[in-house]
């Protein structure tokens, strides 16, 4: 996959328009929602814009009224799986008293996730080959937010003082890695005390 | 690509004899050589037979004497990509008076690595989705190793008790999402005042 190498990012093309009407942007959904489904279980390469257009009971022809092609499709579930993911997460921490709170609600409830929508993960972690560049916003866009928090929180004295970019990307590392290895693998550990025990190395440290 | 697809790992073939003559050795490990510049350059699916004897200086037909296939080749390749950062960061870390020292170096030593060899790290990427059982033994090979010196060292009371499986996954997880942020996409951070700050969080806690 030439074109589709991390280190030769597809050229962006422009984005089809969004629909105007409310019926066109259901439409748009239901084609997003198909695309998920398909090539969460096959594959990007395997599933075809017949299979999505099936899936979603829509006719061939009308695939190319909201996108030019399969990889545009794929980049738009990838942007929108980003705002599902980060809309549960800032949901599932919302009321959280502090932000170690927020931290270790959080990674729980990322794990939750990973485990109900493998699909999901699944996608994001292809995108790294098929569109590079939607991979690489998904991760910057969730960074950001996650580094504002890391720092408005050290601002208040909640944390330690400390580089937030740094952090964000190491804690978001952490997270993306121990939900495909207990939750999408194998999850004989149970996911609280699989928290519990991350969260004790990152308030308290490694140091004896 | 649904035999490859992280949730339908492929059958796992008998694995090819290894050549038993120094010459056959040679022309193997120089097949698996080519096969991580041509797979690291255009990615597995574009690579193709013909492209890793072309590189190697090989008749095609001399390929299937040491390899079933593409996907053999590559889930080879993943493995002696394993043995060589496990053998490099062992390296790195060998002298470390303590854990901690060793874990800083550690990580100051992967991000080197993949700042030099991106490609390997691509490749190791890339087979989740197209040797998925070999991404797994590479990583949890790496778990295994790790999360002995991480009860070792909580054993010799260099770092605080806790769960070593559970703390080598989160730190793994760490190193490659900051290798990939910092150390392909940009390296705009001292990779040696990246690895202080990790370590700052890692040693001493975020709790204030």
């Known amino acids: 996959m030439p074109e589709a190498s991390p280190n030769r990012p597809a050229p962006v093309r422009p984005r089809t328009p969004k629909p105007r009407t409310r019926r066109g942007q259901d439409t748009r959904d239901s084609l997003i929602k198909a695309a998920e489904a398909v090539i969460g279980e096959v594959g990007f390469a395997a599933a075809s814009i017949a299979d999505i257009t099936r899936r979603a009971g829509i006719a061939q022809g009308t695939f190319y009224i909201y996108f030019q092609s399969k990889d545009e499709v794929f980049r738009e579930l990838v942007l929108e799986m980003g705002k599902l993911t980060r809309g549960f997460l800032a949901d599932a921490v919302a009321d959280a008293p502090d932000r170690l709170t927020a931290e270790r609600r959080g990674l729980r409830a990322f794990l939750s996730f990973v485990a109900e929508r493998p699909a999901l993960y699944n996608i994001v972690m292809e995108a790294r080959f098929v569109a590079p560049d939607a991979y690489r916003a998904y991760y910057t866009t969730f960074a950001r937010g996650y580094a504002q928090n890391l720092a408005a929180a050290a601002h208040e004295g909640e944390i330690r003082d400390g580089d937030a970019e ?24 149970d996911p609280d ?10 308030e308290r440290g490694l140091r004896p």
């Open 166 to 189: 740094v952090r964000a990307w190491a804690l978001m590392g952490m997270a993306v890695t121990l939900g495909e290895r207990f939750a999408i693998w194998e999850s004989e550990v």
């Open 193 to 202: 005390a699989l928290v519990t025990e991350v969260f004790d190395m990152l």
